[in-house]
């Protein structure tokens, strides 16, 4: 199912680009994506009949590449990979994660994915309303945490000077 969620960052455009280079560089993208996939499962967990969607998956990749595209955007193409029953591998998320200026001091962060519900979702009761709500919910998930981490500003470590 098609997913995406925006939101304005208060950070201005090269600042936000250069968190967003950051996040692809480092291994923040795989914690980022492990939480809100993590909160998707849960949630799904919650609202099926007991112990039918627990341990149906886990995050086994994340895939990324990063994209400066001149003064007008930023792109990050996403790729979630999960480990699904008879350990076969599918994607279970595919996304475009795009800044783009918004004033001085503001950027827009904007989300467009294909999500893919756990393999057996369907099988375990969970109805399809409920995936999608639960597909919005991590992607929510997925924005707040790349937007704090966009806009975290990095901690300078001084060191000593021995005078």
Do not use: C, K
Request: no cysteine; glycine share 12%.
């Amino acid at each position: 199912m098609f997913v995406g969620d925006q939101t304005q960052l208060g950070v201005g455009f090269d600042a936000a680009r250069a968190g967003l280079a950051n996040l692809a560089r480092g291994g923040s993208l795989t914690t980022v994506s492990a939480a809100a996939y993590g909160a998707g499962l849960t949630g799904l967990a919650r609202v099926g009949p007991p112990g039918s969607v627990r341990g149906i998956s886990r995050l086994a990749g994340v895939r990324s590449r990063y994209q400066a595209t001149g003064d007008g955007a930023a792109v990050l193409a996403l790729r979630w990979e999960a480990t699904g029953p008879g350990e076969r591998l599918f994607p279970a998320l595919d996304a475009d994660i795009t800044l783009t200026p918004a004033g001085e001091q503001a950027t827009l962060l904007r989300l467009a994915a294909v999500y893919r519900a756990p393999h057996g979702s369907q099988e375990a009761g969970i109805e399809p309303v409920i995936v999608r709500q639960v597909a919005a919910a991590t992607i929510r998930t997925l924005m707040n945490l790349v937007a704090d981490a966009i806009t975290r500003v990095p901690r300078v470590t001084e060191t000593p000077t021995g005078n």
